[in-house]
C-alpha cells in the first residue's frame, strides 16, 4: 500500500516536457501539474540588475523559494544538479565505478528512504520551502527543454536534506574515501593505519574565509559594519536577493541549490561563516563479534547489535548502467566508516538535517541579536565560526555551534574506545558554554580560521576557560595581519573597509626570508651568482602587487620549501614557516633558493619576472572544473595566497600544459555592509553571476575584482528598480 502511494505521488509532479523520460505519468496529470506550476510562477517577480543579479520577489516565503531556484537554474544549472548528484549519492551514474564509494558515503548516513521520512516529519513551513525547492527547479526544466540535465530530470523535496549546511563540502566530506572502499570494497586486508586529525597539507590553497565585524566607535558614521569574505573554490556560490511579504529580505552568497543565504545580511542583521577547526566528529572502534549469527558489538558490559541494510548503488559501465549491493553497518555511534588494525570504526558526526535547514533559513530573517541569538539555539551549524553585526550596533562572534560535549580525560583527536560508555558524547553543549563574544570592548573582532583566543585582541575569550576540544585552532597568518589592522584603524568607511581587507602586506614572507637573506650573506663572496634576485628580495616591503618581481620569488620559495624543506619537529602552520626562515640550516635554504630561480627560469626565462605575469584570472568556459591555457586570454592579479598572511586571497596553480599560475580558490563572493537607518553595501564575484559564456554577466566583475572595484549592492526597491535590466515571471 505504501509504495503505492509513493507511486501515485510520483506521477502527479511529473512535468509534460520531460514526459518522454519519465515512465508511469499521464499527459493529463502532468498537464495539471504544469498549470499548478505556472500558476505559482505568475505571482512571482525576478528582476535582474545591471550585473545580473536576481532580485526575487514572492508574497510568501515559499514562492520566494521557488523564485530563488528557478534564478538559480537560469544562471548555472549545471552547477545546481552536480551539487545533488554528489549529495544525495549519484554520482558514479555519471563518473563511473570511480565515484561509487562518494555515493556509498553519502547512504552510510543516511540513505533515501531515511531522507523522505527526514522531510515527512519536518514542519509544515519547510516542507513548504523545500517542495518550493522542487517546484522552481522542476518548472525551470518544464520552461527550458533546451536544457538537459545529467541525471537529475526531476527534483524531489526530500533532496535538500542530504544537502542541509552551505559549507565546502560540509561535515562528510572530511571522511576519507579511502576508508570505505578499503571497509566495503574489494581490498579486505586494507586497514587504516592513522586516523588522527592532522592539518590540511600546507601547500593546498587554505580553505575558509575571513569575517570582521566592526562597531560603530571606530566607524565614520557611527554604525556597525561587517565584512563577509568567503574564500571558497571559484564560482561556489551565486549573489541573490530574496524577498517575501512574509519578512524575508535577504541578500549574499548562495550555495548552488539551495534555498537560504549562506552568507550575506538583511535590513537589520549580518552574518559571515568562517570554516572551523573546532572538534565535531569523532572516531569510535568498536568490539565486533557475532552471536547466533548476528553481528554485535560491546558496549559497557552489554552487547548490542549492529544495524544492518543493504544499498544498491548504479554506476555508469561504458554506455551501460551497472550496479553494486553493498551492506551498510552501523552503531549507535554511527555508520561504520573504515577499519584500523582490523577494528571495525564507526564515524559519528552531526547529522540532523531537518533541524539544520531549519536554522540554516531561520537566520536570514533575524531582526536583531536577540532572535539571532536564540536561533543558534538550534545547534546544528557544526563546520562553521559566525562573525556578526547588527543595525543596533552589537557585533558578536561564535567560535561553531554544534559542540559535543565529551570527557575531557579522553583523546578525541585519536579514535577512541567505542565500547566504553564513558567515549560517548554527553549531549551537546549550549551555546553560552561555547566560545564566544558580544560587543568586546576594543569594538571588533575578527576570524580568518584562526584561534578564536585572538579574536578581539587582548579583550579575546581566555582559552583556559574552556575545554581544548573546543578551540584547536592554531594561529595563522590571516589572523595576525588582521589583529593588526583592527588595532590600528579609525573613522572607517565601507571604501575603507574595502581598502582594509586587501591590504597587500604579507606577514609570511617576513618571517621566511629574513633568513634566507641572512643565509646568502654569510656565503663565500665566489658562490653568489644570484645576487641580484637576493638584492630584490632585500629591498622588498612584503607587500603584493602586479608589477612586484619580489612577489614572483618569494611565492616559488615559499612553495618549494614546504614541499621540501625538512620539518623534523613536525611543526604545524606559523610555527612551521617561521622555522625555514630562522633555524633551518642555512644550505637548505640556500639549496631551495637556487631551485626555485632555476624552475622560474625554465618556465618563465628568467627569474625577473612580475607578479602579474605569473598569476592570472581566466574563465573560458563554464564547465565545472576550469580548463586554463596560456594562450588564452587572462587578467594579471595581484593579490596573492592566504597562506602568505593575505587577507585578500587568490589561490592559483599550474595546470596541464601551463606556465602561469591560474586563480581557482580564495575571494570570491566578497561584500562589505554597513548597518543604521537604512543598510548599505558593496559587492563583488570574481568572472560573474552567469556560469553561461555567452551571457554578457559570465565574466562582467572580472575587470572589477582585479582593480578592487566593487558594485554598489540594489538593496531597496527603488535601487533596484533604477537599475534593472529585465524584469519577469518564472516560464517568461
Given at each position: 500500500m505504501r509504495k503505492d502511494i509513493q507511486i501515485f505521488l510520483l506521477r502527479a509532479f511529473r512535468l509534460v516536457i520531460i514526459l518522454s523520460l519519465i515512465s508511469c505519468s499521464t499527459q493529463n496529470e502532468a498537464s495539471i501539474e504544469f498549470e499548478r506550476l505556472s500558476s505559482i510562477a505568475k505571482s512571482i517577480n525576478i528582476v535582474r540588475d545591471d550585473f545580473g543579479v536576481p532580485h526575487i520577489y514572492g508574497k510568501t516565503d515559499a514562492d520566494a523559494v521557488f523564485g530563488l531556484l528557478y534564478a538559480q537554474a537560469e544562471d548555472d544549472f549545471p552547477r545546481v544538479e552536480r551539487n545533488y548528484i554528489w549529495a544525495i549519492g549519484r554520482l558514479a551514474e555519471i563518473e563511473g565505478e570511480q565515484a561509487i564509494y562518494s555515493d556509498l558515503r553519502a547512504r552510510l548516513f543516511m540513505t533515501t528512504e531515511e531522507a523522505k521520512m527526514a522531510y515527512a516529519s519536518a514542519p509544515e513551513w519547510l516542507q513548504l520551502l523545500c517542495q518550493s525547492f522542487a517546484d522552481g527547479l522542476n518548472y525551470y526544466l518544464a520552461s527550458n527543454p533546451e536544457v538537459t540535465p545529467k541525471l537529475i530530470t526531476h527534483f524531489e523535496p526530500w533532496m535538500p536534506m542530504f544537502f542541509f549546511e552551505g559549507s565546502i563540502g560540509g561535515d562528510i566530506e572530511q571522511i576519507p574515501l579511502a576508508g570505505i572502499e578499503s571497509f566495503y570494497g574489494a581490498d579486505e586486508n586494507f586497514v587504516v593505519k592513522d586516523t588522527s586529525k592532522t592539518a590540511v597539507s600546507d601547500f593546498i590553497e587554505p580553505k575558509g574565509s575571513n569575517g570582521f565585524a566592526i562597531s560603530g566607535e571606530h566607524t565614520a558614521s557611527g554604525n556597525s559594519m561587517l565584512l563577509i569574505n568567503p574564500h571558497t573554490s571559484f564560482y561556489f556560490r551565486g549573489e541573490v536577493h530574496v524577498v517575501s511579504e512574509e519578512g524575508l529580505n535577504a541578500y549574499g552568497a548562495v550555495t548552488w541549490g539551495q534555498f537560504f543565504v549562506y552568507q550575506g545580511f538583511n535590513e537589520n542583521t549580518g552574518w559571515m561563516h568562517t570554516s572551523t577547526r573546532l572538534d565535531f566528529m569523532d572516531e569510535f572502534i568498536e568490539d565486533i563479534d557475532k552471536i547466533d549469527g548476528n553481528l554485535v558489538y560491546r558496549y559497557g558490559s552489554d552487547y548490542r547489535p549492529v544495524t544492518t541494510k543493504e544499498v544498491t548503488l548504479r554506476y555508469k559501465d561504458g554506455e551501460n548502467m551497472a550496479e553494486r549491493t553493498f551492506p551498510i553497518y552501523r552503531t549507535h555511534h554511527g555508520p561504520v566508516t573504515h577499519k584500523i588494525d582490523d577494528k571495525w570504526v564507526a564515524t559519528k558526526i552531526n547529522w540532523d538535517p531537518?533541524?539544520?535547514?531549519?536554522?540554516?533559513?531561520?537566520?536570514?530573517?533575524?531582526?536583531?541579536?536577540?532572535?539571532?541569538r536564540e536561533m543558534m539555539d538550534i545547534r546544528t551549524n557544526s563546520s562553521n565560526n559566525t562573525v556578526y553585526a547588527d543595525s543596533e550596533g552589537n557585533i558578536a562572534y561564535y567560535h561553531g555551534n554544534f559542540v559535543p560535549r565529551r570527557d575531557t580525560k579522553y583523546d578525541y583527536t585519536q579514535p577512541v574506545d567505542g565500547s566504553?560508555?564513558?567515549?560517548?558524547?554527553?549531549?551537546?553543549?549550549?551555546?553560552?558554554?561555547?566560545?564566544?563574544?558580544?560587543?568586546?570592548?576594543?569594538?571588533?573582532l575578527q576570524n580568518c580560521n584562526s584561534t578564536p583566543f585572538t579574536a578581539a585582541g587582548k579583550f579575546s575569550p581566555n582559552p583556559e576557560d574552556y575545554a581544548v576540544y573546543m578551540a584547536p585552532d592554531l594561529e595563522n597568518f590571516r589572523g595576525l595581519h588582521a589583529v593588526d589592522l583592527l588595532s590600528n584603524m579609525s573613522n572607517l568607511t565601507l571604501d575603507d573597509l574595502i581598502t582594509m581587507a586587501y591590504d597587500p602586506y604579507l606577514p609570511a614572507f617576513e618571517a621566511l626570508l629574513p633568513g634566507l637573506i641572512s643565509a646568502f650573506d654569510q656565503l663565500n663572496s665566489d658562490n653568489k651568482s644570484h645576487s641580484a634576485a637576493i638584492n630584490v628580495l632585500r629591498e622588498w616591503d612584503y607587500k603584493t602587487a602586479s608589477d612586484s618581481i619580489a612577489m614572483t620569488i618569494a611565492h616559488f620559495y615559499g612553495l618549494h620549501y614546504l614541499a621540501q624543506g625538512k620539518n623534523p619537529e613536525l611543526l604545524r602552520g606559523n610555527d612551521r614557516i617561521i622555522y625555514f626562515g630562522s633555524d633551518s640550516p642555512n644550505s637548505e635554504k640556500i639549496a631551495i633558493f637556487e631551485k626555485t630561480i632555476a624552475a622560474l627560469e625554465d618556465d618563465f626565462g628568467g627569474w625577473n619576472v612580475p607578479w602579474g605575469e605569473v598569476n592570472r584570472l581566466q574563465r573560458i568556459t563554464g564547465d565545472i572544473d576550469q580548463p586554463h591555457d596560456d594562450d588564452a586570454p587572462s587578467l594579471a592579479i595581484g593579490m596573492a595566497s592566504g597562506k602568505w598572511g593575505a587577507l585578500a586571497a587568490f589561490g592559483a596553480t599550474q595546470y596541464p600544459n601551463t606556465k602561469r599560475i591560474y586563480g581557482y580558490r580564495g575571494n570570491s563572493f566578497v561584500a562589505v555592509v554597513e548597518f543604521g537607518d537604512k543598510v548599505k553595501a558593496k559587492s563583488i564575484l570574481a568572472g560573474g553571476q552567469s556560469g553561461d559564456p555567452d551571457s554578457p554577466h559570465f565574466y562582467d566583475q572580472a575587470v572589477g575584482y582585479k582593480d578592487v572595484k566593487f558594485k554598489d549592492v540594489a538593496y531597496y526597491n527603488e535601487d533596484v528598480m533604477s537599475r534593472a535590466i529585465r524584469q519577469y515571471s518564472p516560464g517568461q
Open positions: 531537518v533541524n539544520a535547514l531549519k536554522q540554516s533559513f531561520i537566520r536570514t530573517k533575524n531582526t536583531g541579536h536577540k532572535g539571532f566504553n560508555p564513558e567515549t560517548d558524547w554527553q549531549g551537546i553543549h549550549e551555546v553560552d558554554e561555547i566560545v564566544t563574544l558580544l560587543n568586546p570592548e576594543n569594538g571588533w
